[in-house]
């Protein structure tokens, strides 16, 4: 019951914050597919190696598959706009689903999830360029940077199409970018 009450204080202040979609499933729902992780580098991404939150500098899939039976829920973020022709514009609403993962995050927390745990959707992008571009330079916002969903395995797509959320593959008309937070 004081979870409940919890959890529904997180939502709250997501839905206040603005974001396009926000949903509870259970952490079981989560879809984990190692062939995510091989698309970092087949074909290869610019950010493969050169971004600290992007692999091969986070766990393995097979950790996180780990990690993640050790959670029991978690909460679904989305923040969807009409596409326009500058991409930028693709990136800033990248970096807004950051900013209320870390915000979900931190209230998650505070309510008493303390091992919640948030990733974003694409990879952090809090620095025109990324301190990893350097090898050995440290992270300039260690607290602030999160991992995308897909850096660590999971399949973005079949885990919202199995929540009930929103998903357009391949992007036309709209960009949205998912995140999660696991309680
Ligand atoms: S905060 Fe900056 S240095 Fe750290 S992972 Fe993000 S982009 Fe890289």
């Known amino acids: 019951m004081i979870e409940e009450k919890a959890l529904n204080a997180i939502i709250k202040k997501l839905k206040e914050s603005g974001v396009s979609h926000v ?18 580098q087949v074909p290869l991404c610019e950010s493969y190696n050169k971004n600290l939150t992007c692999p091969p500098n986070v766990p393995s899939v ?9 959670f029991t829920r978690a909460i679904l973020v989305q923040m969807s706009d009409t596409l326009t022709e500058n991409r930028q514009d693709a990136f ?10 870390n915000l979900g995050e931190t209230e998650a927390f505070k309510v008493g999830f303390r091992f919640a745990m948030g990733f974003i959707g694409s ?13 050995g330079e ?31 593959f391949p992007v036309s008309d709209t960009v949205t970018w998912t995140g999660i937070i696991l309680l």
């Open 123 to 135: 990879c952090c992008r809090l620095c025109d360029e990324c301190a990893g571009v350097i090898p």
């Open 92 to 101: 800033v609403l990248a970096n807004r689903l950051h900013e209320l993962i």
């Open 62 to 70: 097979d950790e996180f598959r780990r990690v993640l039976d050790r």
């Open 23 to 40: 949903v509870v499933i259970p952490a079981e729902d989560i879809v984990i597919d190692e062939r995510v992780r091989l698309k970092c």
């Open 138 to 168: 440290p992270c300039r916002f260690p607290f602030k940077a999160r991992p995308s969903m897909s850096a660590m395995g999971i399949d973005v797509i079949a885990t919202a199409t199995k929540a009930g959320l929103p998903v357009e």
